[in-house]
């Protein structure tokens, strides 16, 4: 499979990187919820050349994460801001900015802390069970396939067909969706 089909397979993993999994993207994201909101702003902070922040911002609008608003008439100039979709990715940064400081800060430790307004502590983030709150840990949760999957697998096992590899359960779920979802 070639990364620009990375989409096209039945796993929310793949298909996030589809849109997220490209240089520059994450601290473009980064950069927004810090407020930035234009375009010689982002350059600015990030030393990208022109040519790839327009490229990965006009992706970022095109997937909906971002939106572009006209702030200015003559010429007309635009900001990006993060939709509800971008601002869903915030426990995205905020879990790998963590994982940064756990095992990459070379002994100086975290390069930023992060303050809770409302109790006004220092705080890190905790990936938690919506359910019962408490801590999740990988060895605590397992993976259960969905509908997709589900049904993809059933019709494999109807055919007497052996279960392919899980990289390969991802890509020919979506083909059996691609053929069979509409009915």
């Known amino acids: 499979m070639k990364w620009e ?10 298909r996030a990187l589809s849109i997220l999994g490209e240089r520059w993207t994450l601290l473009i994201i980064r950069d927004a919820f810090r407020g930035t909101r234009r375009f010689d702003a982002f350059q600015r902070s990030l030393g990208v050349t022109r040519h790839r922040l327009s490229e990965r911002l006009r992706k970022l609008v095109e997937e909906g994460v971002l939106t572009r608003v006209a702030y200015m008439d003559r010429p007309v100039r635009y900001e990006y801001r993060l939709t509800r979709k971008g601002l869903a990715l915030y426990p995205v940064l905020m879990t790998l900015s963590q994982w940064g400081d756990d095992w990459l800060d070379d002994g100086n430790g ?3 802390h992060y303050r ?3 109790c006004g502590k220092i705080t890190r983030s905790v990936l938690s069970c919506d359910q019962c709150g408490e801590a999740l840990r990988p060895e605590e949760v397992s993976v259960q396939r969905g509908t997709i999957l589900t049904a993809y697998l059933e019709d494999l096992a109807e055919q007497g ?7 390969e359960v991802a890509r020919g779920a979506a083909q059996f969706w691609r053929d069979n979802g509409s009915e």
């Open 116 to 118: 809770h307004s409302r």
């Open 5 to 14: 089909e990375i989409d096209q397979q039945v796993c929310s993993v793949a």
């Open 110 to 112: 975290p390069p930023e």
């Open 161 to 167: 067909q052996n279960i392919p590899s899980d990289g």
